[in-house]
């Protein structure tokens, strides 16, 4: 059984900066892909960025901005999020699968989602 429980998330002002962790429980932490997608009210789940190896990719929409990390002696993703603009605004979510993907559907394990808001 894998679990992924997020924190770091809160209001903001626009321009500041959050990191969001995901402590994920389970075997084989190190062999996942993880990823960070966010879903903002009336819109469909997001992808943001994955990592895998040490190999990040991410979205157009937050390249530069945001930055995916692990650490694999603490089984966690981070998501550090810097100049952080309104429509950054959503519940993020972790996510753990086999392979990188920019499809939530190409992930098994689902973390319960974090709020981030920033204000303009």
């Known amino acids: 059984q894998v679990q992924l429980v997020e924190s770091g998330g809160g209001l903001v002002q626009a321009g500041g900066s959050l990191r969001l962790s995901c402590a994920v429980s389970?075997?084989?932490?190190?062999?996942?892909?993880m990823a960070w997608f966010r879903q903002a009210p009336g819109k469909d789940r997001e992808f943001i960025g994955y990592?895998?190896?040490?190999?990040?990719g991410y979205a157009d929409t937050v390249k530069g901005r945001f930055t995916i990390s692990r650490d694999n002696a603490k089984n966690t993703v981070y998501l550090q999020m810097n100049s952080l603009k309104p429509e950054d605004t959503a519940v993020y979510y972790c996510?753990?699968?086999?392979?990188?993907?920019?499809?939530?559907?190409?992930?098994?394990?689902w973390g319960q989602g974090t709020q981030v808001t920033v204000s303009s």
């Open positions: 996510a753990a699968g086999d392979s990188p993907s920019y499809s939530p559907e190409r992930y098994t394990y």
């Open positions: 990592i895998r190896w040490g190999v990040p």
């Open positions: 389970g075997r084989a932490f190190s062999n996942y892909a």
